[in-house]
Every structure is written in C-alpha cells, then in structure tokens.
C-alpha cells in the first residue's frame, strides 16, 4: 500500500455490532448535511429553484443512506474506507482552481457561483461514496471529485431556474466513472473521462432539443477570453502537470493540428476559421484540461501523440459543422472526447505495430528516463506556445475587446461597450470584422451617423454583403437615401437571396419622402421578390408588398395583402408587427400610401 494510501477498516465481522459495521456511513451523511446547510446560504434562497433542488437531492441522498445502512445491517457486511491522495488529482484541482481565480477577476458571475460549485464537490463526495458502497464494500476517499467537478465548471452550468440539472450532470459523470469499466493493462478501470462523458451527453441533448439557453454555456465560451494573456496564464500552470504526468504530447498535438488547420484556411480563403488566426480560450481549455487525463488516454507517448491529432481534428470539425448548422460552436471540444477514450487501446496498439513502432518518441529517445522525455518534450513545446503567441498576440487582443463589448452592450453599459469597439478598431485597423463591429455597436444605441464612417472603412478593407447592408440602413436612418439605395443594391448584387435587403430596399423605394428615391413600381418587383424568397407566408415581408402596393395606388391588394400579414401575425407570436400591420391597414382603407 503506498505512503499516500490507507485503510481505515472497520471491526471484523465475527466480533462488530451493526452499527459499527457501517459507521462509514457517517462520512456521506456529514456530506449530504453541507449540502443542506448550503440552503441556508441568502444566495441560495434568492432562487426558489435551486433552494429546492437542494432539498430534493438532499432528501435522496438521505433516503439512499438510510436504504444502504439497513442493507449493510441486514447483510453482515462491513464498510470500509481507503484515504488515497493521489498527486494528479490535487495538481489538477490546483491548475483549474486557478484559472477560476484568474477568468473570475475578469467575470465576476464566477466569484457570485463560487458557492454552486462548492455544493456541487459536496454531492460529488456524498454521491461518489454512496455508489462505491452500495457496490463494494470499500470506498476509495481522496481528491478524485475536486477536478471532475471544477473540469465540469470550466465549460457548463447549467443557470439557476435549472440548476437541479448540474446535480444530474455530476451524478452522470461518476456513475459512468463506476459502471462503465474495462480490462486495461492488466486493471479493472473506468473506460471514459468522468467530467467529459457527462459534458458529451449534456451537450447531444441540449443540442437536439434546443435548449442551449438553460446554460451559462455560451457566456462561459465568450468570458473565457477576458483575461489578458489568458493563454499564457494556461500553458504557465499547467506545466506542472505536464512534467509530472507526461501530458504534453497530447496537448501539443492537439494545439500544433488545429493550429495547422487555420494556417492552411487561412491561406486557400484568405479569413479566419475560428476568430482570425487564434483557436478559441474554451477549445484550448480542452485541449489543456479536458481531454488530457492519463487514466483515460493513451499509455504510449506515439498512441498520446496521435490521441491529441484526433482532438485536435474534432474541434475543428465539429466547430464548421456547428457554425454551418447555426448551434453554438462552444460544444466542439465538448462532443467527441468519449468516442476517443473508446480508442485507447486501439490507438497503443496501432502504436506499437511493427510499422509504427519505430516512430514512437520514446523508442527514438531510449536512452533518456520518462522525466527526462517529458522535459525534452515540455521544451520543444515551449517553443512552439512561443512562436503561436508571437504570430497571434494581436489577435487575442482583438478577440477579448470583440468578446467584452457585447456583453457589456447587453449589460446596458453603453459607454464601455464602445470603448471596447472602438480599441478593437485601433488595434484590428486593417481587419474589415473590426470596423464594422465598432460600427454595427454604435447603430445598436442609435449612433447612426457616427456608424457611417467605420462602417465605410469596413467595406473599403472587404466589400462583404452583410456590412454593405449595414452601411445602407445607417445611411437611410440620417436621410442619405439615394446613397443607401446604392449599397442596398449592392448588397443583393453580392447574396442575390438575402430577403432582408430585398425587403429593406423595396420599404426604402416605397416609402421615402425623395421624389428621386421613391418608386413604386420598383419597390412592387422588390417586394415581391423578398416575399417569394421568404416562402410566402412571412407577414414582415407581406407587410413591405403591401406599402408597395399602396405607394402605387393599388389599395385594394394592398388591403388584400396585410390582411394576410395581419392574420399570419395573429396566429403567430409577433403583437407589435401586427399592430403596426393595423395602422397601416387602416391608411390604406381611407386610400392613403404609407408613411
């Protein structure tokens, strides 16, 4: 038994009385009365849901106990209990606690959850002992829970209306953990990742269903990137592990191949695959923390190396399939990680072919021990974080801005939002992206005038249809209508079916006070063409085909056609188009055009 491992075994059976063979048992009681003492806490009592999930799964945990202390009484089984402090466990739990630390300086929300996270360890413990009793009777008492509930955190939580659904997650985890096993090198050990099985169910069934805004998912993705020099901050705190527990080839692997992926985009597209040239905060998240434990990854350092290719080949995959289908891309890294662990073995042995054999680092380094591979390995490494960071410094600068001002638009802190715009703009002066986020930013507070200038930069740098479209609208709303007639017919030239600049175009020549802008029979064809785009059953765009008609004269299709609109309104969810629809259906009954 090693020096960190010890038994704590409970009388013999011949000589203990019942209550002495399951006085193991007080341990997940002392456990599940955190969780309940957790209920006290006022953050918890702000929230009605997650007070009560508290108490529900507090109730089960008690009834599970009291279950199995019977069952142990009427079986004659003794408890007990090993202590093992395992060094990859609390090496772990330290480099994530700090990356909660740092990434909770910059989004408070993860201070304000501290406590959710911390109830979440304590069923871990509760739940965890429990299971490992109910089948065997010795459990095994140690770090284990800190990284998988702190690897779970750094990519879903689940808000508070839902929270009783994180207690799912975790309970998911460590019953895969428990249940799921095979035969590994001799061993009985678990065959899957106990914080990214969870994380891939979660994410298959918040994805078919589209519940994505249960979680704090997206939010998580975004924040991840606030800290400055975050990716510094990661590959600093990990080498620890990677030296101890000779992570880095999959790291590195993983990073070099989805790194490889964007370099050659780039160049046969000439934009970026993720954002610009750098691989989102969260994915690299994965690619460090996620997917790289030793008990479910390859043995060999060739199996390792080809593990993280795979990784590093899903992300990028699974990002392009997400973006293209319109699901959030921050379950990339999520998805695949369980169907990996499945290949594990397959991947030593392909490793350790005849073929391959003779390409694994650690044949070719024979002569060097394990630590003196992994500082070999760690440095070479380095190296390649070096070059990354040089070639990509401005642009993590540039996402952070791009990914806080959002947020803050959303927070209502106009001010700083714009800054962060406008910073981006400085920085990024020769990305198109960048002056026309700064400009879109200033439209969205009804700056239309200031927009125009970024946002004709934008267009001078890469002539793209959506800013085109942009441009026209902030032109329209400042009176400038025959120059936004000119980049509304841009922008259709550039996405012939893009029904928003259709119908934006046909409003514009319905409807402006320009004698030289407005035509009706124009905006009658522009219409009707947005209209057939839509499918025929949009009321927004049957709306447009009415004024149009009405600009002509044509009132009595134009009554006809927001009839239509109106009723498809009415049976729909859109009261305040309808009752615009209302009042102009009203003009159009007393014979008069829009206004």
């Given at each position: ?255 070099v191949t989805a790194y490889a992926w964007i370099l050659l985009y780039a160049a046969v597209t000439g934009t970026g695959y993720f954002f610009e040239s750098i691989i989102p905060i969260s994915s690299v998240l994965g690619m460090y923390l996620l997917f790289t434990d030793p008990a479910t990854a390859p043995r060999s350092d060739l199996g390792r190396i080809m593990f993280g290719v795979l990784y590093g080949l899903s992300v990028v995959a699974i990002f392009g399939l ?195 802008v407005r035509d009706p029979a124009e905006a009658i064809r522009l219409a009707s063409r947005a209209t057939e785009l839509s499918g025929g059953g949009n009321p927004a765009m049957l709306d447009t085909l009415a004024a149009a008609y009405a600009s002509a004269g044509r009132f009595e299709e134009a009554i006809r056609t927001a009839e239509t609109a109106e009723a498809l309104c009415a049976a729909g969810i859109t009261p305040e188009l309808g009752a615009a629809i209302q ?13």
């Amino acid at each position: 038994m090693s020096k960190r491992t010890r038994r704590i075994a409970a009388v013999p059976p011949a000589r203990a009385s019942g209550a002495r063979r399951a006085r193991t048992l007080i341990l997940p009681l002392v456990f599940t009365l955190a969780l309940f003492a957790f209920g006290l806490l006022p953050s918890a009592r702000r929230y009605p849901e997650v007070l009560g999930s508290y108490w529900g799964v507090g109730a089960a945990l008690l009834a599970w106990n009291a279950a199995l202390f019977v069952r142990v009484l009427r079986g004659g089984r003794t408890l007990g209990l090993e202590v093992a402090l395992r060094r990859q466990h609390y090496f772990q739990a330290c480099v994530q606690l700090s990356i909660f630390g740092y990434w909770g300086w910059y989004w408070r929300q993860v201070y304000e959850s501290a406590d959710m996270i911390a109830v979440q360890l304590v069923f871990a413990y509760a739940f965890d002992a429990l299971l490992s009793w109910s089948r065997r009777d010795t459990y095994t008492l140690g770090f284990g829970p800190f990284p998988i509930i702190f690897s779970i955190n750094l990519f879903l939580w689940f808000k508070p209306e839902w929270f009783y659904l994180q207690f799912v997650l975790v309970a998911l985890g460590f019953a895969a953990k428990e249940l799921i096993r095979w035969e590994k090198a001799g061993r009985r050990v678990h065959i899957f990742n106990p914080s990214s099985f969870p994380l891939a169910v979660f994410s298959v069934v918040l994805i078919l269903t589209g519940t994505t805004h249960l979680t704090w998912g997206q939010e998580i993705s975004f924040t991840q990137a606030y800290p400055p020099h975050i990716y510094l901050w990661i590959f600093l705190v990990s080498l620890p592990g990677q030296f101890f527990f000779g992570i880095t080839l999959m790291t590195m692997s993983a990073v070099v191949t989805a790194y490889a992926w964007i370099l050659l985009y780039a160049a046969v597209t000439g934009t970026g695959y993720f954002f610009e040239s750098i691989i989102p905060i969260s994915s690299v998240l994965g690619m460090y923390l996620l997917f790289t434990d030793p008990a479910t990854a390859p043995r060999s350092d060739l199996g390792r190396i080809m593990f993280g290719v795979l990784y590093g080949l899903s992300v990028v995959a699974i990002f392009g399939l997400l973006q293209g289908e319109g699901i959030p891309s921050f379950y990339d890294k999520l998805l695949l990680v369980p169907i990996l662990n499945l290949m594990i073995q397959g991947l030593d042995q392909l490793a350790g072919s005849r073929a391959l054999k003779r390409f694994d680092p650690a044949a070719l380094a024979a002569r060097l021990s394990p630590p003196q591979r992994n500082l070999a390995y760690m440095s070479v490494w380095a190296v390649v974080f070096a070059i990354t960071q040089l070639l990509t410094g401005n642009d993590q600068q540039l996402a952070r801005h791009n990914l806080l001002g959002p947020i803050l638009l959303s927070q209502g802190d106009t001010q700083a939002a714009i800054a962060e715009f406008r910073e981006a703009a400085r920085i990024g002066a020769d990305r198109s992206w960048s002056h026309a986020n700064l400009g879109v930013a200033l439209m969205r507070v009804g700056q239309f005038q200031d927009a125009i200038a970024p946002l004709e930069r934008a267009i001078e740098l890469q002539p793209d249809g959506k800013t085109q479209h942009t441009l026209a609208v902030a032109l329209a709303r400042v009176g400038q209508q025959s120059a936004a007639v000119d980049h509304f017919e841009e922008a259709i030239r550039l996405q012939p079916e893009w029904v928003e600049a259709w119908a934006d175009l046909a409003w514009l020549r319905a409807t402006s006070p320009d004698a030289s802008v407005r035509d009706p029979a124009e905006a009658i064809r522009l219409a009707s063409r947005a209209t057939e785009l839509s499918g025929g059953g949009n009321p927004a765009m049957l709306d447009t085909l009415a004024a149009a008609y009405a600009s002509a004269g044509r009132f009595e299709e134009a009554i006809r056609t927001a009839e239509t609109a109106e009723a498809l309104c009415a049976a729909g969810i859109t009261p305040e188009l309808g009752a615009a629809i209302q009042t102009r259906l009203n003009l159009y009954r007393a014979g008069q055009p829009p206004i």
